[in-house]
């Protein structure tokens, strides 16, 4: 055992390169690990640094300045900010207080519909199954109202994050877009001189989380408007706040348009009942989804590294345990990380082969 773990360690660690960056990997990890809700602000403000800099590089290379460019992008930024927080939030407040003022409502006529089951379909469903449905839901809506009360008395240090995120957040995306090449030439300062590995691990993946980080902005801009337009001209309830939902869901692959679903049903269900527009809005939602899936996201996510659904299931699964919101955001960046040093991870077996390569050519 001992010689088979001292094979493998000379294997993949004895080059300096390759320690170099498994410490690296091991710090961040350690860091985000336990400091990562203290870090959360910083790392919001990268994320929409890396939006705005798309914006940013495309002006310079119209040959204008990167100071200015920063600034036009980050005054858009702010305005729309203030149209989230002015015009949007709103809305959805006003939106989520009637729907929970309507949910008592929903929950009774969902109740008397699962009390016909037995005698509909006794076949598939009994007395005590349906019992412990209603159970199941009296007791979710129960620990929902206590968790909402418990988010009410606590709503003085929630309001106090808010601002510190309204504050903070802004004031350091925008020292990270004007002060960007500084930053990063002084924490290369830290670095050895011999860091060929990292430096490009470091230039793959910073353009995979740029593309990544923009690609969803635009797949959540894209979708969630479509959804509106689909659920307004259905003359659907709720149709904001259900576009909202929607176009958030992508963050989550896969998981995100499957959970979403449950509240469109549910909404067209108890505004319609099971009749044509019902099944309509279905419709259209899944074709919507279909085309996000199989249309939208192949031409945002071109330059993205591809990885198999399961990997991605799996990644959210991982990423998103240890380190919750951020992890399931990054979960597909981090999976394209580990894909990306299994790739370019040095080996005695390549020095090798290219030793041997290389004495043939002699």
């Known amino acids: 055992m001992f010689d088979f773990l001292s094979a493998w360690y000379k294997r993949y660690f004895t080059d300096p390169q390759a320690a170099l960056l498994f410490v690296l990997l091991i710090l961040g990890f350690i860091i ?29 290379q119209k040959n204008m300045p990167r100071r200015i460019a920063v600034y036009i992008i980050y005054l858009l930024f702010l305005a729309f900010v203030f149209f989230l927080i002015l015009g949007l939030f709103p809305i959805v407040s006003q939106q989520l207080s009637q729907f929970f003022q309507e949910v008592p409502q929903m929950i009774n006529n969902g109740q008397e519909v699962l009390l016909q089951l037995p005698a509909q379909y006794p076949q598939y469903f009994s007395v005590e199954f349906v019992s412990t449905i209603i159970t199941a839901i009296r007791t979710g809506m129960s620990d929902l109202g206590q968790e909402v009360l418990s988010f009410s008395f606590a709503s003085i240090p929630a309001i106090i994050i808010i601002l510190v995120y309204l504050i903070l957040v802004p004031l350091m995306i925008f020292f990270f877009l004007k002060d960007k090449h500084q930053i990063l030439d002084w924490l290369s300062r830290f670095l050895p001189t011999e860091r060929q590995l990292v430096t490009e691990v470091w230039r793959e993946m910073d353009a995979q989380i740029g593309n990544y980080v923009r690609g969803k902005f635009n797949e959540i801009l894209i979708v969630g408007s479509v959804a509106f337009v689909l ?14 939902l929607v176009g958030l869901s992508v963050l989550i692959p896969y998981i995100g348009a499957a959970v979403i679903t449950l509240p469109i049903a549910l909404v067209g269900y108890f505004q319609w009942g099971l009749v044509a527009d019902f099944y309509w809005l279905i419709f259209w939602y899944a074709v919507l989804q279909f085309l996000d899936g199989n249309v939208l996201v192949p031409i945002l996510f071109s330059d993205a590294v591809n990885l198999h659904p399961v990997a991605i299931i799996l990644a959210i699964l991982v990423f998103g345990g240890l380190w919750g919101f951020w992890g399931v955001f990054f979960a597909i960046p981090l999976a394209t990380l580990v894909k990306a040093l299994i790739n370019v991870w040095p080996t005695t077996a390549d020095k090798s082969a290219g030793s041997a390569g290389q004495s043939e050519t002699d």
């Open 231 to 244: 659920f307004q001209l259905m003359d659907l309830n709720y149709a904001p706040l259900l576009a909202i």
């Open 32 to 60: 985000v690990l336990t400091m990562g809700k203290m870090l959360a602000p910083l790392i919001a403000a990268i994320i929409i640094a890396y939006l705005l800099e798309g914006g940013i590089c495309r002006l310079e």
